[in-house]
């Protein structure tokens, strides 16, 4: 059974390069990359802080949020 | 051919937990991931700095530096 990821965004540029590079070199084999747009899926963001995430882009793995550089805070996307 | 990522961190929990879990996950059919301690390695510390890496744990994969969360700035590893 593969390991779900879900990568959170919000359609800046340094959400589009992170999803381009780190989202989609996660090795297929492993995980299952569900890909969410915070800016359109506003119902999704307390589950984003709920898990950690504190700016986008940031993919949460495991359980742990891990904010891949910073495009925008968790905050404007409320 | 693969491509080459450098994982570059400083043993710190932040790094190790990135480590096991954001880069551990990439594709080993795409990527090959060299791992770079700079607190062991600081001869590599220029070399990091000049691919745009600002603090560890960080991926540089394509050219691009991708910060992963924040262990420590990498004007401590000096």
Sequence with gaps: MKTKVIFYHAGCSVCVTAEQNVAAALDPARFDVEHVHLGQAKNRVAE?????VKSVPALVLGGTAY??????GIEVLR
Excluded at 48 to 52: D, N, R, Y
């Design 67 to 72: 904010h891949i550089n910073y495009g925008a």
């Design 48 to 52: 984003a802080e709920k898990a950690g």
